[in-house]
Each structure stands twice: as structure tokens, then as C-alpha cells.
């Protein structure tokens, strides 16, 4: 059998799991294959190293058993898990926040916009007379109407009206 | 009478209503279970943790163990999802790959490495041992700690991974080639003493 093939099974061997012929078969390949050799002595060390039990000096067994206990009651976290939500709820509290700062208060007094503000959707001192009155509510009679509202660019408010309609009786 | 046995009846006892008797199992399995969640996790105190949480998942589980494996195997089960879920929130926060450690560290691991072996350096071997463990992918770290650290045999490794022995075979031949290639860059470093060397130490 080839190196390739012998090398497949040598974490087996390592573990003992081949069969006897198997055995038979990687032992005597081991024996004219030093880097097969050195692959096995690498393992044993590196995993003696690497996974060395942790020592246990400060270890008080009865205290974790009464740890564990002690938490057979607790309820257990319902199955929608809250702790994404309240993680992100401030950052995306924050931000909207600082939005309807810029949107409300810095957009409006930007230089060449506070005298239009048809540009950003409100509407303006020029809107004012041009935007059409939204009826809010009607009768075969009458009906109120509520004015566009008119930005006044000196105090940053907006002024609504409301108008009632008698339809010209 | 035979622990497996005496497991099964401990849980029956259990599940019928008696709680105080889970401070049995408790007992019994803490240090496996806290000595592998160390292996895993590396970190003493969040072993700790880790230990006790699995205990009380388990605990919480236990209307669902059949009983078709050992009542140790289903724990290590359990455990080991539990630190998984950990490995994988620790790897949200930015992780090391072999070669910055290599980079960032490799004045430290030459001091570790030439240090001679004594109480102290025993310390720093197993900081040095999670600093290597901490690089190679979950899966093969789990497997390895599995079969190296706590002993499991192939099948035993196959009901608690949920895979075939064959599998387990072939992945413990690629994890074994993993860890081969993490250790060999650690020794070749200038000054290093060989594994064998450091192995007298511990």
C-alpha cells in the first residue's frame, strides 16, 4: 500500500481503531517511513500539549453543585429574545431624533431654501398661495377647509388656517 | 451497578417529580463538564459560567433524554452546543487569525517557548495552549477536545456531533492535520523547544 493511502489511516491507528490486518499493515509501513513516524510522535505531543487537563486547585464542588441548584427555578427566557431589541432601541432612538432635528430645524433655515421651501415638500411663503386647500370635512351645505399651511420664514413657524365654506348661501 | 444504569434511574427520579436528586448528577459530572467547557472556552471564569448554564439547560431538557446514549454523552451534547454558541459570539468580536498572532505575539511565544518548565510556566504552556486552540475552526477544536482532553470513543463522538463514525474517522484526520499545521508554525520559530520537550513540563 502507497504512502497516501497509509497516511489516511494513521489518525486511526493513533486511536486504535483499525482492524488487525490494518494494524499489521501501518506498522510495517512505519518502520521504513520516518515522516509517517514523526506524524504520530507530533500528534501525541501536540495533543498532550494542547489539551493537558486544567488543574482544579481552587475547585469547590459542593459551592457549584448549590450554584447549580440554586438556579433549577429561574425562569427561562421566553422564546423571543428581547436583548437584540433593547440593544439597538437607543442607537435607533438617537437617530431618529438627530432626523427630525435636521429634518424640522436645520433643512428649513439652509440658506436658499428658507425662502422656498416647496423644495424640501413643506410649504412655503410662494407655496402658500399656490397649493390648493385640502377639505377635511363637508356637508350638502357647507364644509371646512383647511388652508395650506404658511411657513413665515422670520419666526420658523408654520400658521394653519381653517376656513368654512357656507357654499355662497 | 452500572453508572449508565444508575443515571437513567437518577433522571426517572427526577422527572417524577424529585429535583434535589439532579444535585447527584451535578456532582458527579461537574468537573468533566467544567473541564471540557475550559478546553473550549479557555477562559476559567466563563468555564465556570459556562458550566453551570449547561447544567441548568440540561436540567430544563430532561423530559427529552430517551436514554438511548449515556446520560454523560447527552450532557457533553448539550455543553458542547453551549460553547459553540459562545465560540460563535466571541468570533462577532474581531478574532486573531494564526498568522497575526504569529505576527502580534511571536516575541511572546518565544519567551514561552524557551522559558524553562516549571510551576509558572505550566500557566503560561496553557496560554499558550488556548492562544494555538483559539486559531483552528470550531468543529475541529470540538473534536479534538472531545477525543484528546475528555477520552470520547468514535461513537460516543458520533452521538454527541450527530454524525456517522465513519465521519467522525475522516474529520479527526482532518482536524488532527489542522492542529499539525498550527503547531508546526509555532515550532519553527528560532529558539522554540520541541513539544516533546515542552511535554515534560506539564
Known amino acids: 500500500?502507497?504512502?497516501?493511502?497509509?497516511?489516511?489511516k494513521l489518525s486511526a491507528y493513533h486511536d486504535q481503531r483499525l482492524t488487525?490486518?490494518?494494524r499489521w499493515e501501518v506498522e510495517s509501513h512505519l518502520e521504513d517511513c520516518p515522516s509517517c513516524r514523526q506524524t504520530l510522535r507530533h500528534w501525541k505531543a501536540a495533543a498532550g500539549f494542547l489539551f493537558a487537563k486544567p488543574r482544579f486547585s481552587e475547585w469547590n464542588e459542593d459551592l457549584f453543585t448549590q450554584k447549580v441548584m440554586a438556579r433549577l427555578d429561574e425562569k427561562p427566557l421566553g422564546l423571543f429574545n428581547w436583548k437584540p431589541l433593547l440593544q439597538w432601541s437607543l442607537p435607533l432612538t438617537?437617530?431618529?431624533v438627530a432626523a427630525a432635528w435636521v429634518w424640522g430645524a436645520v433643512i428649513p433655515n439652509l440658506p436658499g431654501l428658507a425662502s422656498d421651501n416647496s423644495l424640501i415638500g413643506g410649504y412655503g411663503t410662494r407655496a402658500a398661495r399656490s397649493a390648493p386647500a385640502t377639505r377635511v370635512a363637508s356637508s350638502a351645505s357647507s364644509a371646512s377647509v383647511v388652508a395650506p399651511a404658511a411657513f413665515d420664514s422670520v419666526s420658523g413657524d408654520y400658521t394653519v388656517s381653517f376656513i368654512s365654506y357656507d357654499g355662497g348661501q | 451497578m452500572d453508572p449508565v444504569i444508575e443515571d437513567r434511574l437518577l433522571v426517572e427520579q427526577i422527572l417524577a417529580g424529585d429535583q434535589e436528586v439532579y444535585a447527584v448528577l451535578v456532582q458527579r459530572y461537574q468537573r468533566k463538564v467544567r473541564g471540557y467547557c475550559q478546553s473550549m472556552l479557555g477562559d476559567p471564569t466563563q468555564a465556570d459560567d459556562a458550566a453551570q448554564e449547561a447544567f441548568v439547560k440540561a436540567f430544563r431538557s430532561l423530559s427529552k433524554f430517551r436514554g438511548d446514549s449515556a446520560f454523560s454523552t447527552w450532557l457533553y451534547r448539550i455543553t458542547t452546543n453551549h460553547c459553540l454558541d459562545l465560540l460563535r459570539k466571541r468570533k462577532r468580536r474581531p478574532t486573531v487569525s494564526w498568522d497575526a498572532l504569529m505576527e502580534q505575539e511571536s516575541g511572546f511565544l518565544q519567551r514561552l517557548a524557551s522559558t524553562e518548565a516549571?510551576?509558572?510556566?505550566?500557566?503560561?504552556?496553557?496560554?499558550?495552549?488556548q492562544k494555538i486552540l483559539s486559531t483552528l475552526p470550531d468543529d475541529y477544536r470540538t473534536l479534538l477536545t472531545l477525543r484528546e482532553a475528555e477520552g470520547l470513543s468514535y461513537e460516543e463522538l458520533g452521538k454527541v456531533l450527530h454524525c456517522s463514525v465513519d465521519a467522525v474517522k475522516s474529520r479527526l484526520s482532518r482536524a488532527r492535520?489542522?492542529?499539525?499545521?498550527?503547531v508546526r508554525h509555532f515550532q519553527a520559530l528560532p529558539?522554540?523547544?520541541?513539544?516533546?520537550?515542552?511535554?515534560k513540563g506539564l
Open chain 1, 1 to 8: 500500500m502507497n504512502h497516501s493511502k497509509i497516511a489516511e
Open chain 1, 20 to 22: 488487525q490486518p490494518e
Open chain 1, 94 to 96: 438617537g437617530s431618529l
Open chain 2, 118 to 129: 516549571d510551576a509558572e510556566s505550566s500557566l503560561e504552556n496553557r496560554d499558550l495552549a
Open chain 2, 177 to 182: 492535520k489542522a492542529m499539525q499545521e498550527r
Open chain 2, 191 to 199: 529558539g522554540v523547544q520541541t513539544l516533546e520537550e515542552r511535554l
